[in-house]
Nanobody
Framework: EVQLVESGGDLVQAGGSLRLSCAAS????????FGWFRQAPGKDREAVAC????????NYVTSEKGRFTISSERAKNMVTLQIHSLKPEDTAVYYC???????????????WGKGTLVTVSS
């Protein structure tokens, strides 16, 4: 059974930083593309960034790629997302997802975690 378990969401003040983690199990990590997506209240789920588990090729979908860093730790089957200079508009549930294809869109992902809530106060 494939499981993606996110952690690291928190209530933080604007300007702060967070590190989100996604622990993957039940799949061949190096064959998959992993992505971080987010869904703010009342909005559609959107892609932030994706990374290939086998070669660390990254794809930043967000227009603010300078504030986000996606990385993977193959030895731990872990994918992380660091967010810097947090803004209130970053408030959302952040999801980890995986797909075997080289895509990074919400509709294409095969497996999803349950999400971790990030709340940024002004």
């Amino acid at each position: 059974e494939v499981q993606l378990v996110e952690s690291g969401g928190d209530l933080v003040q604007a300007g702060g930083s967070l590190r989100l983690s996604c622990a993957a199990s039940g799949l061949d990590f190096v064959r998959y593309v992993f992505g971080w997506f987010r869904q703010a209240p009342g909005k559609d789920r959107e892609a932030v960034a994706c990374i290939t588990g086998g070669s660390d090729v990254t794809n930043y979908v967000t227009s603010e790629k300078g504030r986000f860093t996606i990385s993977s730790e193959r030895a731990k089957n872990m994918v992380t997302l660091q967010i810097h200079s947090l803004k209130p508009e970053d408030t959302a549930v952040y999801y980890c997802a995986a797909v075997i294809e080289r895509v990074c869109t919400p509709g294409a992902m095969e497996y999803w975690g349950k999400g971790t809530l990030v709340t940024v106060s002004s």
